[in-house]
């Protein structure tokens, strides 16, 4: 049974840094490119970054240059690293897990979804 397990949202004001981490069992990690998303209330789910296997990262223009993602291969793990965070930086965000070919910044490809953490970004 595959299982992501997203921990370390919580809430930050303006200017601050959370490190979210995404622990994933059930699969073999080093196989799947782990993306991460956000949904704000009353928004569609958005990509906001992923590690394509342990080749490269990619990032939504939103957050390019304040978040971090990476991976730890061995402890099956991803993380984003999110500093200088904004208001607008607030929503449940999700960790996701993929196999298949596709777009890596829309949600279809991707195979497993976590339960999300919440960010709450105070002004």
């Known amino acids: 049974q595959v299982q992501l397990v997203e921990s370390g949202g919580g809430l930050v004001q303006a200017g601050g840094s959370l490190r979210l981490s995404c622990a994933a069992s059930?699969?073999?990690?080093?196989?799947?490119?782990m993306g991460w998303f956000r949904q704000a209330p009353g928004k569609e789910r958005e990509f906001v970054a992923v590690?394509?296997?342990?080749?490269?990262?990619s990032y939504a223009d939103s957050v390019k240059g304040r978040f971090t993602i990476s991976r730890d291969n061995a402890k099956n793990t991803v993380y984003l690293q999110m500093n200088s965070l904004k208001p607008e930086d607030t929503a449940v965000y999700y960790c996701?897990?993929?196999?298949?070919?596709?777009?890596?910044?829309?949600?279809?490809?991707?195979?497993?979804w976590g339960q999300g953490t919440q960010v709450t970004v105070s002004s």
């Open positions: 996701a897990a993929g196999s298949r070919s596709g777009s890596y910044t829309h949600t279809q490809p991707y195979d497993y």
């Open positions: 059930g699969l073999s990690f080093n196989r799947y490119y």
């Open positions: 590690s394509i296997w342990s080749v490269s990262v």
